[in-house]
């Protein structure tokens, strides 16, 4: 495992980070955590040689924070980092953000975050930041050595990102960075902003929600010509810490068979090579083809008002899209119970309004229903 130096100070995280927003659950699909599995793969992560964890005030509706603070417990406080989120949109006064931020040290077990950040933040949280005075207040917790480094996470565009990072002295900041983002969603740019601005930053989605773990064959087939022994995931973790200025590659694991792919991507670390990057490119433009819908699995947008499983649908259908057998849709997407299929779906645009990667999910839901209704005529 590599450790990188925090702006040259003796504060060193892994490289590989452990996300905890798809952490194992009792049921599939659902956000209840299954301690038992989800506190192996802590276990496992630690003796692989993670430092860093990232949760967050909403992951597994509001039980991320709990579970970490238990399964971080037993650890030696000062042998691991610890980063969590401000909940923006739940917060309006200074006692809002008084009553929360306590909440989230008893949550986590902890006296100070290594890393804190204001979540997912856009133009509108940006205002938001503004109106309610949420650095200053956040500011003061770092000056009583509640927080160590301030940031932010981002998804919005390059300029409201140079806008954010302008207006306040941050310590750093959190990207979604991969190399299927890098050109479609402008991450290249706002990575080179931060590199402008000095500021580390943490890579979240690096594999975007595991939609980079398969490709379509004949660009997984450019990937294991080049490399036959690597995961097609871990092309996309090494891209991510390949960069100059990445602190910490987030992945946010589900399984010990992800962990153990993950560790092996970075234990050695390998900086991809020049022929290694043509490969990847060449391989990205024939996945392109596939028109995936842009979904990371994140949940933001769930529960829905009328019952559609909107990442599980999606899901389904990338894996068709990749696998270019469209065709299989209702297949693959057979266990999501009638109430939950694209027919449930109101187009009432609830969904669509918090989903951070801009998704017209209304539209999608709109084409998933012509496509089931296409497939069962047949
Ligand atoms: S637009 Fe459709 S999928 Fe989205 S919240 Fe409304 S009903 Fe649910
Ligand atoms: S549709 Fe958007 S909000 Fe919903 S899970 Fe996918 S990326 Fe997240």
Known sequence: ???????????????????????????????????????????????GGITYFDVAYPYHGGGAEKFIGAALEKYPRESFYLATKMPLWKLETQEDMEQVFNEQLANCRVDYFDFYLCHAVDAERFEKIRRIGAFEFL???????????????????????????????WDFAQLQLNYLDWTVQR????????????????????????ALASLCPEAEAVLKAKAP?????????????????????????????????????????????????????????IDKRAQRI?????????????GVDIPGLFKAYNRCAAAKSTGRFLKESGDIPAAARPAAC???????????QHIGIPEEMAKLRALEEKLREK
């Open 1 to 47: 495992m590599e450790y990188r130096s925090y702006r040259d100070t003796d504060c060193r995280p892994s490289l590989l980070g452990l996300g905890c927003m798809r952490l194992p659950t009792l049921e599939p699909g659902g956000t209840a955590i299954d301690y038992a599995r989800a506190g192996a793969l802590v276990d496992e992560a630690v003796r």
């Open 139 to 169: 500011a003061r917790k770092k000056a009583e050595g509640k927080i160590r480094r301030l940031g932010f996470s981002f998804h919005d565009k390059p300029a409201v990102l140079r806008a954010i990072c302008a207006a306040y002295p």
């Open 187 to 210: 991450a290249r740019e706002q990575y080179e902003i931060l590199q402008e601005y000095g500021l580390p930053c943490i890579v979240m989605e690096p594999v975007r929600g595991g």
């Open 229 to 285: 022994g690597r995961s097609i995931a871990s092309w996309a973790i090494r891209f991510a810490a390949s960069l100059p200025g990445v602190l910490v590659v987030l992945s946010g694991m589900s399984s010990e068979e992800q962990l153990a792919d993950n560790l092996a991507a970075m234990s050695p670390f390998q900086p991809l090579t020049k022929s290694e990057q043509n490969a990847l490119t060449r391989a990205v433009r």
């Open 294 to 306: 842009p979904c990371t699995g994140c949940r933001y947008c769930m529960p829905c008002p009328f």
């Open 346 to 356: 109101r187009a009432c645009g609830k969904c669509a309004r918090v989903c951070p």
